[in-house]
Every structure is written in structure tokens, then in C-alpha cells.
């Protein structure tokens, strides 16, 4: 029976499986943050001074981790359907960071001048922090 069966639909049936799992794999692994005890809990300041300072010495204690970064809301954007949450420091440069889809309820509760606490993945710095997939924490309040 599958010997008639051309080879262009088994190709196309393995190339389906592997796309599919791809998908729910980065799916699961995005909502994992949520769950996951951060490496590191930090300042929005003290972030963005161990960059500024030292580029390279950041980029090895913080790219690629779970991060939790807390400090007040400077601004809120909703561009190009991405809710982004950006963070004030005593610099010109600010910590960004990219929420999670499934943060628009949480998103409500915030506003501007909020202290707020965002656990996210850290990717570096370009003039800003950058942080993805985050969960924004409002049951956190220390300092």
C-alpha cells in the first residue's frame, strides 16, 4: 500500500511532523520562563551600569539566562501587536522588555511609574537591555 504512495507526500508528511514539533516545542519552552527561578535578580540601574561598564563581562552573566529585573514603568507600547514594557534607569538607555502573548490581562494592571518586577531572557544590549518572553510579577515588591 505505501509503496504507491510517491515519494513527494512521504517527504511532505516528514517535512509536517518536524514542523509540528518544532512549533509546540518553542511554544512549551516560551511558557517554561514563566516557571523558571531566574539566575539573577537585578536593578533596572545596576543592569544597565554592569553593561555600559563592561559590555563583555555582562554579555557572560547575563545573555542567554532567565533574568528578573525590577524597576519603575517608563513606558508601555503595543506596536506591530508586541507589548513591550520599557523600564526607566538613571541613564538615557532603558531596559526593554518584549512580554509574553499571555501577559495581556496582567498588562492592564500596569502604569506608568509602577514599580513592577519582569522575569524574562536576557539577549544584551544595544544603547538598551533587552529582555524576551517575559512575565511581568506584581506579587514581587523587594528591592
Not at 120 to 138: E, M, P, Q, S
Amino acid at each position: 500500500m505505501y509503496k504507491n504512495v510517491p515519494i513527494f507526500l512521504k517527504w511532505m508528511f516528514v517535512f509536517s511532523m518536524v514542523c509540528m514539533t518544532s512549533l509546540i516545542t518553542g511554544c512549551s519552552y516560551q511558557n517554561k520562563v514563566k516557571g523558571v527561578t531566574p539566575k539573577f535578580v537585578v536593578a533596572s540601574n545596576d543592569l544597565i551600569k554592569e553593561f555600559s561598564e563592561n559590555e563583555q563581562l555582562a554579555n557572560t552573566t547575563y545573555v542567554n539566562e532567565v533574568i528578573e529585573v525590577f524597576g519603575k514603568v517608563k513606558d508601555i507600547s503595543k506596536l506591530n501587536n508586541r507589548l513591550t514594557i520599557i523600564l526607566e534607569t538613571d541613564s538615557d538607555a532603558g531596559i526593554i522588555c518584549d512580554l509574553n502573548d499571555c501577559e495581556q490581562e496582567q498588562l492592564k494592571q500596569i502604569k506608568k511609574n509602577q514599580l513592577i518586577h519582569i522575569k524574562g531572557i536576557c539577549k544584551g544590549y544595544l544603547k538598551d537591555v533587552i529582555l524576551l518572553n517575559c512575565f511581568i510579577d506584581l506579587t514581587n515588591q523587594h528591592e
